[in-house]
């Protein structure tokens, strides 16, 4: 999908796919993860997402990555968080209170970028991409994130012939065959969540199902 695709849905406010509130299996499971207190946790394409100021919100430092600088202002200016700007190689590293995005293509991201990471939150990123796209989304995540920073990774299923995404369907086994060669995948829950998503079923969803997983190093 081209870029000119996300600017256009959040200069219009097209933006169906922001939840607006905290991801509830987030909330359920995240300590799951078992991260020490002020680790660094990555949210990739990240939008304006509650539920990183949540994650702030306990303790954790959070470094986003998103193509949309209105996602990204707006974030800081609907949670009344200060925020500067700097330009840092091909982003536009934008931060404040504990929150750092970084504005620009995530394809561009490198390890250094991610150094300090310890925990990775996926909950619109992997769901945001067609199968073409994944597929080499997760090879650049897998590349850059350190080996033994967790992850928690939540997707959506439904009858695809019902509708086109974003967001698209992912199945547990197209994340297993995705990050399981790489990655011990641990399905944490499973929730059929279409009375939820109103927008969704005026699309033409019958159902929806939400899986949360987690992902991480086979030795964690």
């Known amino acids: 999908m081209e870029h000119e695709f996300w600017h256009q849905r959040?200069?219009?406010?097209?933006?169906?796919?922001h939840e607006g509130r905290v991801n509830a299996a987030?909330?359920?499971?995240?300590?799951?993860?078992?991260?020490?207190?002020?680790?660094?946790?990555?949210?990739?394409?990240?939008?304006?997402?509650?539920?990183?100021?949540?994650?702030?919100?306990?303790?954790?430092?959070?470094?986003?990555?998103?193509?949309?600088?209105?996602?990204?202002?707006d974030f800081f200016n609907e949670n009344a968080m200060t925020y500067y700007e700097e330009e840092?190689?091909?982003?536009?590293?934008?931060?404040?209170?504990?929150?750092?995005?970084?504005?620009g293509d995530f394809f561009e991201l490198t390890r250094d970028h991610l150094a300090d990471v310890g925990a990775v939150y996926d909950r619109a990123s992997l769901v945001a991409l067609p199968a073409n796209m994944r597929r080499r989304y997760v090879a650049h995540l897998l590349s850059i994130v350190p080996r033994a920073a967790p992850m928690f990774t939540v997707t959506f299923e439904y009858r695809e012939h019902e509708m086109d995404g974003p967001p698209f369907s992912v199945s547990e086994?197209?994340?297993?065959?995705?990050?399981?060669?790489?990655r011990h995948i641990e399905l944490l829950e499973s929730r059929e969540i279409i009375d939820e998503a109103p927008g969704l079923r005026e699309r033409g969803l019958s159902e929806l199902h939400e899986h949360a997983f987690l992902v991480a190093s086979w030795d964690r």
């Open 26 to 73: 987030l909330e359920r499971q995240f300590e799951r993860l078992a991260l020490a207190p002020g680790t660094t946790i990555f949210v990739p394409l990240c939008g304006k997402a509650v539920d990183m100021r949540w994650l702030r919100d306990r303790g954790h430092t959070v470094l986003g990555v998103e193509l949309s600088r209105v996602a990204v202002r």
């Open 10 to 17: 959040w200069e219009t406010n097209a933006i169906s796919f």
């Open 88 to 103: 840092v190689g091909p982003f536009v590293r934008v931060s404040g209170d504990g929150v750092a995005l970084l504005c």
């Open 173 to 182: 086994s197209e994340v297993r065959a995705r990050f399981g060669s790489e």
